[in-house]
């Protein structure tokens, strides 16, 4: 059930620049309500990559230093002046709190200069609206599964705001295991796509990981016990590099196995066929051919954004902060930033 034909809702006329520092990506964009995407630029710090993980005082640094330079870029390279932009969104959360301050600080700032609506834009909700900026995009009602790395969860989205959470990690966040197995294995970070590319040199036949709750009813999901798994596997091995290979096949082939199995269920539990990964290990190109034929066999479709669009990016803040001013949203004069922040309080009362 593939809908052939554009399914975004319609917006007016006005020029929203999204602005996005959660973590350890610069992002930065330009959506306008009826001409689409104009830009887009993201800047990935490499600084982290020695510390084998995200160090959240480098990460506001580095945001600081890059954050306006890119907007300047990116304004010039489009051919837009400040002054043509009717609205500003940034990420507010959730996130590093210092992270978030820089873009919530700058998109602020920059938005009471110019006298325009500034909003501020749930990380989670821009995820899960990312697979709208593509065509064909996915018409509302549709199953998201959002996979990231401070996330892992299966979602039935019924409209912008209207978010059922239908199930959630019980520990690690799906890209968060993948990252951990990877630094286990002696990859880089972020470990996940280069344990996906070690993966693709892995026989799948020499090591068998468990499928973590997919012996109990239900959609949520457990990921801390095969990164243990990959430890103990890797002892009993001399660690050579195909040993290591073959581990992260099967590490991958278990999550991956996991995932389906867990989509399949709530895709028959909700009835909705139109499946949507999203988030950044939604870029994971086993976990995509899985899930294009699952959707298929269920008689649906699975819809995924650009690579460049599944992990952290401007594009997908500019596009969720111009359907929340669109529909009259903005947000107070205060700079907003949090760390943590439920999905489902977007949700307007008794809708879920
Ligand atoms: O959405 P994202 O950019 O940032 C968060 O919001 O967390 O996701 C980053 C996560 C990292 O854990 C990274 O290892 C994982 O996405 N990731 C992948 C792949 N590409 C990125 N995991 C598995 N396979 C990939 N190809
Ligand atoms: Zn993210």
Known sequence: MSDSKPTRPPLPDLLTLGIETSCDETGTALYHGTRGLIGHRVYTQAIHAEYGGVVPELASRDHIRKLTPLIDDLLRSSGVAREDLDGIAYTAGPGLVGALLTGASVGRAMAWTLGIPAVAVHHMEGHVLAPLLEDPAPAFPFLALLVSGGHSMIVAVRAVGHYEILGDTLDDAVGEAFDKTAKLLGLGYPGGPELARLALEGNPERFRFPRPMTDRPGLDLSFSGLKTFALNTLAKTDGS????????????????????????????????????????????????????????????????????????????????????????????????????????????????
């Open 241 to 352: 590099d195909t040993d290591k290979a073959d581990i992260a096949r099967a590490f991958e082939d278990a999550v991956v196995d996991v995932m389906a199995i867990k989509c399949r269920r709530a895709m028959e539990q909700t009835g909705l066929k139109r499946l949507v990964i999203a988030g950044g290990v939604g870029a994971n190109r086993r976990l995509r051919e899985r899930l294009t034929r699952l959707a298929a066999d269920s008689g649906g479709h699975l819809y995924y954004p650009r690579p460049a669009f599944c992990t952290d990016n401007g594009a997908m803040i500019a596009f969720a902060g111009a359907l929340r001013l669109a529909a009259g949203e903005h947000t107070d004069v205060a700079i907003e930033a949090r760390p943590r922040w439920p999905l489902t309080e977007l949700c307007e009362p008794g809708q879920g």
